[in-house]
């Protein structure tokens, strides 16, 4: 079943890092090994609590609540690129979000081009 509201999309973008890819557990992961390294001791809730918020947002966010003077901006960047590096070097397979459901075929749309995106970074369509 096509929906007519969906004429003449071409394409639709889909929000995959937290969205569709269950990614959230590894971002909390580097954030707590970098800021480990400033001495601050944190659970992954301190990171869930945060998300959706920027990395440096989350960042002065925790070190405010923990009644430390936040980096200046230039530790800020240099902060999100270490966590960045080690989230990126620990090549953890991702998974689906839990409740995942197929966009494509939701919509009506033909699966194959989402298909391709999913399939190259190991994801399937498929919901089992």
Same mark, same amino acid.
């Given at each position: 079943m096509h929906d007519p509201l969906l004429a003449g999309i071409s394409a639709i973008l889909f929000d995959m890092d937290g969205v569709i890819v269950d990614s959230m557990p590894h971002h909390a992961r580097a954030w707590r090994t970098v800021l480990g390294k400033h001495g601050l001791t944190l659970q992954d809730e301190d990171i869930f609590r945060r998300e959706g918020m920027t990395g440096s947002?989350?960042?002065?966010?925790?070190f405010r609540e923990k009644g430390i003077n936040p980096p200046d901006n230039d530790e800020l960047t240099n902060l999100q690129n270490l966590k960045d590096?080690?989230?990126e070097e620990a090549?953890?397979?991702l998974s689906r979000h839990p409740g995942y459901y197929n966009p494509a075929e939701q919509l009506g749309l033909q699966? =194959?081009?989402c298909? =391709?995106?999913f399939q190259a970074i190991g994801l399937s369509l498929n919901p089992s």
């Open positions: 947002s989350s960042v002065i966010d925790i590096k080690i989230f090549n953890i397979p699966a =194959r081009p298909y =391709r995106v």
